[in-house]
Nanobody, 119 residues
Framework: QVQLVESGGGLVQPGGSLRLSCVASGDIFTINNMDWYRQAPGKQRELVARITASGSTNYANSLKGRFTISRDNAKNTVYLQMGSLRFEDTAVYYC?????????????WGQGTQVTVSS
């Protein structure tokens, strides 16, 4: 069994910054892609950023330059550094990872962490 646990969400003013973390634990053999998604009220869940096992990254076009994804493979952790936050960045942010345990590939999700941008 594999678990993803996010942390770091909260309330921030427009223009501020937050750093989200997501730790994977359990029966982990290796982790491929690690992603951050977000879902705003009344909207579909969307991909924010992805980082491969080798460190290649890609971002939603609207977020390039403001958000940075990174990972620490030794700690099975992915981060999302968010800057110049806007009202429209308010959402629940979810961590996702493709994880191989000792038997199979698991598409795993965290429980989500709320980010609220408000003055």
């Amino acid at each position: 069994q594999v678990q993803l646990v996010e942390s770091g969400g909260g309330l921030v003013q427009p223009g501020g910054s937050l750093r989200l973390s997501c730790v994977a634990s359990g029966d982990i053999f290796t982790i491929n892609n690690m992603d951050w998604y977000r879902q705003a009220p009344g909207k579909q869940r969307e991909l924010v950023a992805r980082i491969t096992a080798s460190g290649s990254t890609n971002y939603a076009n609207s977020l390039k330059g403001r958000f940075t994804i990174s990972r620490d493979n030794a700690k099975n952790t992915v981060y999302l550094q968010m800057g110049s936050l806007r009202f429209e960045d308010t959402a629940v942010y979810y961590c996702h990872a493709d994880i191989y345990d000792s038997h199979e590939l698991l598409s795993s999700w965290g429980q989500g962490t709320q980010v609220t941008v408000s003055s």
